[in-house]
């Protein structure tokens, strides 16, 4: 109950960073909670939790309850999953020192191939990968100009072994196509090589995602550097709050819209800060679009990419 309730006030944190200030709950998912709350009152808890004041609100249409991840919602709403006991994570609980990551000589095939071998060997990767799942590097053009780092891969990439192949990672190749680019044209990567866990019931497939947390990024830092060291892009665009926290350091900032749209830097390289393609999935305004596109043409002309007048309306409202 510990993990699932960090879980959820994860996912409120990082709708905080990405701008939305309510969301919609449902009256289950509420009872849940105060059943929760309750419970672990009466267990005498050292960590109990004052239970939450809730006041109506009324209903926005610009912030609906998709606002919440479905599976969230979910995962909260059903109260047999919070009262039964979960299955033990078997994930490494302590980080041990981030490793150090030494590339062969030779061209960016041979040190691309060679960091994938430590990467997927990796002791720590591999204890915190469930059984029947992949640890997941980066994929794309080895010769590429622009890099896109997000931060953990999802249900869908732990499966395929390749980042951003879910919904969120589908937009985001649309939006790649927008700039006049191919997605082999880029090289796509994440801070962390595994799905940060969450319990589990009975076997069951994990349900939901959370951020990863400070030590789980630092330790994977040293494997996305060395994919930066082998591709050399000119360019970085860190996509969500997460990403640029682990990128820029935590407590760089307290909220994404401080820094988004701005350059910063990152292994000596240019770095914009956007949002994560999901910020679209749950915000499907011009405007929020926007947002994006307009970071996106930055770094288009940056790159001194083509860019057309109708790239530049891309999303203006009408």
Known sequence: M?????????????????????????????LALRRVVASRRSAGAAEAVAAPRVEPVSPRPAVAASAVSPALQNYVAKTPILSRPVAPVAAVTHLPTPPEVKLPAGDKAVRWAALLAQVTSDETCRANVRPGKKVVLGVGSLDARIMFVGEAPGAEEETQGEPFVGPAGQLLTKMIQGMGLKRSDVYIGNIMNWRPQMPTVGGQEQIGNRPPNEDEMRYCLPFL????????????????????????????????????????EFAGRPLMVTYHPSYILRNQSNRSKRLIWEDLLKVMERAVLPVSEKQRGYFLER
Not at 24 to 29: G, P
């Open 225 to 264: 550097r060395a994919q930066i060291e082998v591709v050399a892009p000119e360019l970085l665009v860190a996509l969500g709050s997460t990403a640029a926290q682990g990128l820029l350091g935590f407590g760089s900032f307290k909220a994404l819209g401080e820094i988004r749209g701005q350059w910063r």
């Open 2 to 30: 510990h993990h699932a309730l960090h879980a959820l006030t994860d996912e409120l944190r990082r709708l905080k960073s990405a701008g939305v200030k309510t969301v919609s709950v449902s009256d289950a998912s509420l």
